[in-house]
């Protein structure tokens, strides 16, 4: 069964490149080998040598940054799929510029190798033919684009409502940074991008130009699925020249990220999982390593979540920790979701006469991230055996929990023990109490000789009351 809740998946673009990236996948996965072997005969040199081990200066160069970055996507994309079983395939992607072209192989819209032929010369023309530079402001649209304009500046992305690129030539930008500066305060000035020209504006004409008969020469089919434009901020169309032009248009036009994600959640999206690429500074003297790296566009993504007033999951995918940790959060969910859709609460194993449930409570259909979390714990502290996770909805779960603390503001995760002991009272942990109650619960099944005792007698389904001793324990 599908999961009921859609999924958007997202990739980054250019910038997220590092030297190391999906060398971790490619020593597990014989999938993301299958990949690059496949990349490397496409493009006729060695793109898992280029992508592991630079130089980094070359891996730098747009023509095999693009390259390298929508290898190491799909390569994500591959294994994540193979790690979950296909079980959370996407209902929406969208990519951030060079990632739109995962997005329409993840869509079936594109052929891998077709995406690597365009990226090739995409990133070769960018960097032959662009010019300029580009800045990232922390204003809106409206309060930046008529400075930008009185400096010969381009909108180059919208990536949040209050976060906008901007490009031009570099003395250009400097005398709107200057502006910027003067009208709305120093914080405000921006910063400039490490790019080799200013993309998605009309310095990129050129490019573009010279980028359309290749794209002319490529097969591309109707998406399997929604792919959201960055040309327009809406879904592509199904009508393969459509997306033929979106791709032309999208190398001189503004980034709509933010109208894009909020088209997504607007539809349904609730899920996030970003795939690809990865950021931040390697330690002096530490080698290059994919664990060290953190996902790109996640601040971006919760951002908008946030302004769109939606309550979604976001997980990362972008090296084999984060896959293999949202694998095991997306299997928390389909466990718990699928228990709670049972309808009994029967299962789990008696620990010392006591029965522990996790319950996690639904909001518009899902658990939060730290509800998952701590699903996940359970799992990584080997009790999954022992504790049961299931969902319920928010209004039982705020009852349940004011029953014992009428201060409770607002549902959250609890860890219910149902003591049999002849009075089958319940207790109920909360916040920090449900680790350090799961931890001890794990000390106590390590300790040698012990033996889980079943209870002493049947509870014939009768609710159970707390004595006063039993709601002492009942933890705030």
């Known amino acids: 069964m599908k999961p009921p809740t859609r999924i958007l998946y997202v990739f980054p673009g250019q910038g997220s490149q590092y030297v190391g990236m999906g060398s971790d996948l490619y020593e597990t996965f014989g999938c993301v080998r299958a990949i690059y072997e496949c990349a490397s005969d496409c493009l006729g040199f060695d793109v898992a040598r280029l992508s592991f081990h630079g130089p980094e200066e070359r891996l730098n160069r747009t023509e095999f940054t693009q390259i390298a970055l929508l290898t190491h996507a799909v390569a994500c994309l591959e294994a994540f799929s193979e790690l979950t079983g296909g079980r959370w395939a996407p209902d929406v992607a969208a990519g951030h510029s060079l990632g739109e072209y995962a997005a329409l192989v993840a869509a079936g819209a594109l052929e891998f190798e077709d995406a690597l032929q365009l990226v090739r010369w995409r990133g070769r023309l960018m960097s032959v033919y662009g010019r300029g530079r580009m800045a990232a402001f922390r204003l809106d649209l409206e309060s930046i684009k008529p400075l930008a304009d009185a400096r010969y500046c381009g909108i180059g992305g919208c990536n949040l409502p209050d976060q906008t690129v901007v490009c031009g030539f570099e003395s250009d930008l400097d005398a709107l940074m200057d502006d910027v500066a003067d009208k709305f305060g120093r914080s405000k000035a921006g910063r400039f991008l490490k790019t080799e020209g200013a993309f998605h504006t009309y310095l ?117 920790g984060t896959l293999q940790r949202t694998a095991e959060m997306l299997a928390v969910l389909d466990s718990a979701t699928s228990t709670s859709q049972a309808g009994a609460d029967d299962g789990g194993t008696w620990v010392d006469q006591r029965l522990h449930t996790l319950r996690l409570p639904l909001h518009h259909g899902l658990p939060g991230e730290r509800a998952l979390s701590l699903g996940l714990l359970v799992r990584e502290l080997g009790l999954a055996r022992v504790v049961r996770t299931t969902t319920e909805p928010e209004r039982e779960c705020l009852e349940t929990l004011r029953a014992g603390d009428p201060a409770v503001g607002a549902p959250e995760p609890y860890l219910e023990v149902l003591v049999d002991g002849g009075t089958g009272a319940f207790l109920h942990y909360r916040g920090d109490d449900i680790r350090c109650e799961l931890v001890a619960l794990r000390e106590r099944l390590a300790h040698p000789g012990y033996h889980p005792a079943a209870p002493q007698g049947e509870s014939d389904h009768v609710t159970p009351t707390r004595t006063d001793t039993e709601d002492a324990a009942v933890r705030a």
């Open 204 to 320: 990129m004409i050129g490019a573009a130009e010279r980028f359309r008969p290749h794209l002319d020469t490529v097969r591309v089919r109707p998406p399997r699925l929604r792919v959201l434009s960055n040309y327009t901020g809406e879904y592509h169309s199904g009508d393969p020249e459509r997306i033929r032009a979106a791709l032309f248009f999208q190398m001189f036009h503004p980034v709509k990220w933010i109208a894009g994600l909020q088209r997504g959640f607007a539809d349904g999206a609730r899920i996030v999982v970003e795939l690809g690429g990865g950021i931040g500074a390697e330690r002096p003297g530490v080698p290059p390593s994919p664990a060290t790296r953190r996902p790109n566009l996640e601040g971006i993504t919760r951002a908008a979540l946030a302004s769109a007033c939606v309550e979604g999951i976001y997980l990362p995918a972008i090296n084999l």
